[in-house]
């Protein structure tokens, strides 16, 4: 089982960066998709962006596209989001969690969720 640790919120202006980090316990880190997602209050929780175990491939909810960044470093076993750009309506608090086909890269079917960290865009 991998264990996953999301780290990196804060509250931002509105136009700031922040740059999250998901940190995985396991060997087989490398063989997972990996995925971010975001939960707003009284929402449900979305897709934000995915990338494929080799980092070849990724992919980006239309709300985040050129805005937010997806990478990963399978030595290190973490995956990070660099966000831009951001906006009050990507206040959330922000999962990142693993798919086990790590080819593909599907907006559902994650499992072994990290905690979430809190992402605030405010003045």
């Known amino acids: 089982q991998v264990q996953l640790v999301e780290s990196g919120g804060g509250l931002v202006r509105p136009g700031g960066s922040l740059r999250l980090s998901c940190a995985a316990s396991?060997?087989?880190?490398?063989?997972?998709?990996i995925g971010w997602f975001r939960q707003a209050p009284g929402k449900e929780r979305e897709f934000v962006a995915g990338?494929?175990?080799?980092?070849?491939?990724?992919r980006y909810a239309d709300s985040v596209k050129g805005r937010f960044t997806i990478s990963r470093d399978n030595a290190k076993n973490t995956v990070d989001l660099q966000m831009n750009s951001l906006k009050p309506e990507d206040t959330a608090v922000y999962y990142c969690a693993l798919n086990l086909f790590g080819t593909v890269l599907p907006t559902t079917g994650y499992t072994d969720w990290g905690q979430g960290t809190q992402v605030t865009v405010s003045s």
């Open positions: 396991g060997r087989t880190f490398g063989r997972y998709t």
């Open positions: 990338i494929t175990r080799t980092g070849e491939n990724t």
